[in-house]
């Protein structure tokens, strides 16, 4: 789980340091933010609610697997391209 966590804080902080280098309204994106991030939320309580009896040792690999490829990518784009 730790992994994980410094996975998705890496993520953040690439869109946080994006932020100050573009002209970007910091109230519309924390307002986007929160809304997408709500309903994404809530879309996967409820999925998980429905599924998660029957996928739950599969589920949780293959969530820490797509979060660790996802951050590793992010870092690849960044020191190389």
């Known amino acids: ?10 993520d953040a902080l690439a869109v946080g340091v994006t932020f100050v280098f573009f002209s970007v309204n910091i109230y519309m994106a924390i307002l986007i933010t929160g809304a997408v991030t709500f309903f994404i939320a809530m879309g996967g309580v409820i999925i998980g609610s429905k599924f998660g009896t029957k996928f739950k040792s599969r589920a949780e690999c293959t969530g820490r697997v797509v979060l660790i490829i996802i951050g590793v990518k992010i870092i690849i784009e960044h020191l190389f391209f």
């Open 1 to 10: 789980m730790l992994i994980l966590s410094l996975v998705t804080s890496v």
